[in-house]
């Protein structure tokens, strides 16, 4: 029943806010991973489901205000667990989604020659967090963490991942994906980034050091890593 209750209605007019989302998810499934297909959903369903609620029927008649008003709703906190207020942070990822789907509404739909984006002239702080840099004893930690491993594979292969990680600023995902193939002599790596983009990054020395003593103690010259 929760899950029923949370999902938009299926129908609607031309330019009902449930179909303007339904076109603009089916259009961005043909060049976004599924990653981000998630990410659209999680953000602009609860917007759909708000508009519902209000019975707004026509997504090219909403105004700023309605935008402002969805805002001061969804700060209260529709969190997976717990209820507690979204930060800037959060807040900012719904604006910059809400944005993008009514960029894609104006491309789509018939609009006034004096329409402007309603999302756009809303400013939004940006979220509260900093990049976080680890000190030497913070990394020294972790290698000593990860040398008290007695299996000689694992611990190397931790090694080279977080080594390669810390070198070249890569995502999660983008480092487990990748292929010692994709590794050069040089340093440099070309990974698959978001949204299918090709991007080359340096692992430097000590990157290409511990991938190839990891594959030595496998001794496999080529592997996923």
């Not at 999680?42 to 935008?67: G, Q, V």
């Not at 939004?124 to 990860?146: C, H, M, W």
């Not at 977080?162 to 050069?184: K, Y």
Request: contains cysteine.
């Amino acid at each position: 029943i929760r899950r029923w209750m949370n999902t938009p209605i299926a129908g609607g007019g031309h330019n009902h806010p449930n179909t303007v989302y339904k076109e603009f998810m089916a259009e961005r499934a043909s060049f976004v991973s599924s990653e981000t297909l998630r990410y659209y959903t999680e953000k602009l369903e609860p917007f759909i489901l708000w508009c519902e609620m209000h019975e707004f029927a026509d997504i090219t008649l909403i105004e700023r205000s309605t935008i402002g008003a969805f805002l001061v709703y969804i700060r209260l906190g529709r969190r997976k667990h717990g209820n507690a207020p979204l930060n800037n942070g959060a807040i900012k990822l719904h604006h910059q989604t809400l944005k993008t789907l009514f960029n894609y509404t104006g491309e789509t739909r018939s609009m006034p020659n004096e329409w402007a984006n309603p999302v756009a002239v809303i400013k939004v702080k940006p979220g509260d967090a900093s990049r976080a840099e680890y000190s030497n004893q913070e990394l020294t930690k972790i290698f000593e963490i990860i040398s008290k491993n007695d299996d000689e594979i694992l611990r190397l292969r931790n090694i080279a991942l977080v080594t390669v990680l810390l070198n070249s600023a890569l995502r999660v995902s983008e480092l487990l994906s990748m292929n010692t193939s994709d590794l050069g002599e040089d340093g440099r790596l070309t990974v698959s980034g978001k949204g299918g983009k090709r991007r080359t990054v340096t692992v430097g020395a000590s990157g290409v050091r511990a991938v190839n003593l990891y594959l030595a103690s496998r001794n496999e010259p080529t592997a996923h890593l």
